[in-house]
């Protein structure tokens, strides 16, 4: 099995690194394809080439990645997907993950996303993909979504790889803490906005939270309650009518696992509220 480990980040973020190690193992093969430089915002944009048609791409030092194929692609990352798929750098893929986002990719700001858009352009050209994301600045919120990630690719083979974009949203808690695992659909408002300022001749950008309370039972409502949030986004072609259903029960069913497991661990009582 072969998957391709993107980010919207950059080469160097550490949630690239987290989730390339939590893809890897059990005889998988893995290449890492990831923008040269923070590529936030770009949703599914191949960018703008202007070098004659041609695209910088460059070789991380080994220390990055642990031996792991990667490759540093000057441009946002659904041009470094779209490549990928076509064979560009060896391989296709049979499975796209994309992140770890730090910051919280729900609601419509999904849109936007270079997270989400590098799976919705692996879905386009028939290829399962996954994108994570968590709160920012947050080494636990990495930990625990790595944890989480591994039950999530688990269940997309399980389901067969079907060509479908699946968006997963995990709280910045111990992974025994987690209240649960639930579906869906992105709500009006997301966790996580940027707001604008006209300033002279500029617009500056921030960063800030939207407060609960969010549409009930959204995406971001179930990140505010301490659940992960899982949405198969819907795709703008025609797909298998039964790929959401397939995909829906086997991550069900790896998070059951995962939270038997993290029971016979007897890590702490909390442990056996995050049973679906």
């Not at 997963?168 to 025994?176: C, D, G, T």
């Not at 649960?180 to 604008?196: E, K, M």
Request: charged letters at 20%; a negative charge; proline letters at 5%.
């Amino acid at each position: 099995m072969r998957i391709l480990v993107t980010n919207d980040d950059g080469i160097e973020a550490a949630g690239l690194a987290a989730l390339a190690a939590a893809a890897g193992g059990g005889g998988r093969e893995l290449v890492v394809v990831a923008p040269s430089a923070e590529s936030s915002g770009s949703a599914a944009s191949l960018g703008v080439i202007r070098d004659r048609n041609r695209v910088t791409v460059s070789v991380p030092g080994d220390e990055c990645f642990a031996g792991i194929e990667a490759y540093s692609v000057d441009a946002p990352p659904a041009l470094g997907v779209r490549a990928a798929c076509s064979g560009a750098f060896g391989w296709k893929p049979n499975l796209v993950v994309s992140g770890i986002n730090p910051g919280f990719n729900t609601g419509r700001l999904v849109l936007h996303s270079g997270t989400v858009g590098a799976v919705l352009t692996a879905a386009s050209l028939d290829v399962c993909a996954a994108a994570f994301s968590t709160e920012a600045h947050s080494v636990l919120g990495l930990d625990t979504t790595s944890r989480v990630a591994t039950s999530v690719i688990g269940g997309l083979v399980d389901a067969g790889l079907p060509p479908v974009a699946v968006n997963v949203n995990v709280p910045a808690l111990p992974f025994q803490e987690l209240r649960g695992l639930r579906f869906a659909d992105p709500g009006t408002v997301s966790c996580d906005d940027v707001a604008f300022d006209f300033e002279g001749n500029s617009l500056a950008l921030r960063r800030r939270r939207n407060p609960p309370p969010y549409d009930d039972r959204s995406d971001a409502d179930l990140v505010a309650c301490g659940l992960i949030s899982v949405t198969v986004l819907a795709l703008p072609w025609r797909t298998d009518t039964n790929a959401e259903s397939r995909v829906v029960a086997a991550i069900e069913r790896r998070w059951i696992l995962a939270s038997a497991s993290c029971e016979r661990a007897n890590t702490t009582s909390a442990c056996r509220g995050a049973r679906v």
